[in-house]
């Protein structure tokens, strides 16, 4: 099976676009792939529980249901440290999460350790 990347930089503003984001990885975790997603600029926000519990998009689903399964699945999320800190996410966002704050290098290198690489 793939390395799957899924690089995501829509955030709240854009519902369907974050939640499709989500929904691929998703179903790539579903169909046996090892999935890593890579949240940059405004995606940096889904990682927040009040987002998480009331984001919904067109067509694309409930952003919590596809979160939990990617978790339940062994899916990682890495959160571009700088987009973290010029919107105010924290640690206390990701606690009990399986998610970190990541440099640019980090998305460099999941980029190239990945078979495929989905942005959205």
Do not use: C, W
Request: hydrophobic share 45%.
């Amino acid at each position: 099976m793939a390395k799957i990347l899924v690089h995501v930089t829509n955030g709240p503003e854009n519902p369907t676009r974050a939640t499709l984001a989500f929904l691929v990885a998703k179903t790539a975790i579903e169909e046996g792939h090892t999935v890593s997603l890579f949240l940059a600029g405004d995606a940096v926000q889904l990682l927040r529980d009040a987002v998480l519990d009331n984001l919904v998009g067109l067509g694309t689903g409930k952003l919590r249901e596809h979160f939990d399964a990617i978790v339940a699945g062994g899916g990682k999320f890495f959160l571009s440290g700088m987009s973290s800190k010029a919107r105010g996410v924290s640690d206390a966002d990701l606690q009990n999460k399986p998610a970190e704050f990541a440099m640019p290098n980090v998305l460099v290198r999941l980029a190239l350790e990945s078979d495929r690489m989905f942005t959205y």
